[in-house]
């Protein structure tokens, strides 16, 4: 299965988290088979992100939006930890400092951008200005749909000079959400995990709902797709998101780039260099 075809927006879509439930796991899939198939596919893209690099031409934007306890460390930690540190980045955008807060909601990303080569992943991202003043009202209808063209811009900007820009939603549901700060509760090694804004934020809960709705269908465009990615169950999350990056940089057909020095007089230095040091080692 595409899992791109099945979690990917259409335009046409107003309540776009209506379009999967989410506790979708796929059809005659285990979390067994999943679990091998998921580990294919994250050594593909550990080759990819070499090729990537390599390549130097392109880069890669991973977007994770999520209410919280949805997953999305889980997921970075899982999909990207055998990649290369080198060549692989997370930031996170939580509340804005006195020094953000006093320019444009983008002044803060826009230092964060991929450089070519590089899978730069944003856990919370630019949405995060738009959806907590939507919610709390602290950004008015004309303000937010404003700052939904503005993030429009800066994504079409970042396609322009050859970023990827992949943004999923993790999908969970009230009760999974509930659950999961049940298990942050009975375990101490997750304790540090516990904050008060996580009961507090749980409150506005179908007001997120509406907002990731509204955002959503006004930021998914051709170059920066919106997937919405059912994630009550970890194991299926990390085999729809690792499929659909792995098919997408394959559609970018990267390979390695021409050899820029001639490979047998490089051969011939080393093969001098070689007989220098075994001259020297005979001294002694």
Excluded at 154 to 178: A, D
Aim: glycine content about 4%.
């Amino acid at each position: 299965m595409d899992y791109r075809s099945l979690c990917r927006v259409n335009s046409k879509h107003k309540k776009p988290l209506s379009m999967i439930e989410p506790d979708y796991a796929g059809e005659k899939i285990t979390h067994v088979k999943a679990a091998s198939e998921t580990q294919k596919i994250i050594d593909k893209m550990i080759h990819q992100q070499y090729l990537l690099y390599a390549d130097g031409d392109r880069s890669v934007l991973i977007v994770l939006q999520a209410l919280d306890a949805a997953g999305k460390d889980g997921t970075i930690s899982h999909i990207f930890s055998g990649m290369n540190p080198q060549g692989v980045n997370v930031a996170s955008f939580k509340k804005p400092t006195a020094e953000e807060s006093a320019h444009d909601f983008l002044w803060r990303v826009h230092r964060h951008a991929p450089a070519k080569g590089e899978v730069m992943i944003f856990n919370r991202s630019h949405y995060e200005d738009v959806l907590v003043g939507r919610v709390h009202n602290t950004l008015t209808k004309k303000q937010w749909k404003k700052h939904c063209q503005m993030i429009n811009d800066f994504e079409q900007g970042l396609s322009n000079n050859g970023t990827v820009i992949m943004k999923f939603y993790l999908h969970i549901s009230e009760e999974e959400q509930l659950m999961r700060f049940k298990q942050r509760l009975d375990d101490p090694s997750r304790h540090w995990k516990i904050s008060e804004s996580d009961y507090a934020e749980r409150s506005f809960w179908p007001d997120y709902i509406k907002a990731y709705n509204h955002v959503i269908s006004e930021t998914n465009t051709e170059h920066a797709p919106w997937y919405i990615i059912p994630a009550n169950h970890k194991w299926f999350r990390n085999l729809a998101i690792s499929h659909i990056i792995a098919r997408t940089i394959e559609d970018l057909k990267l390979s390695l780039p021409p050899t820029r020095v001639n490979i047998d007089e490089m051969k011939k230095k080393y093969v001098e260099a070689a007989k220098k040091l075994d001259a020297q080692a005979s001294k002694h």
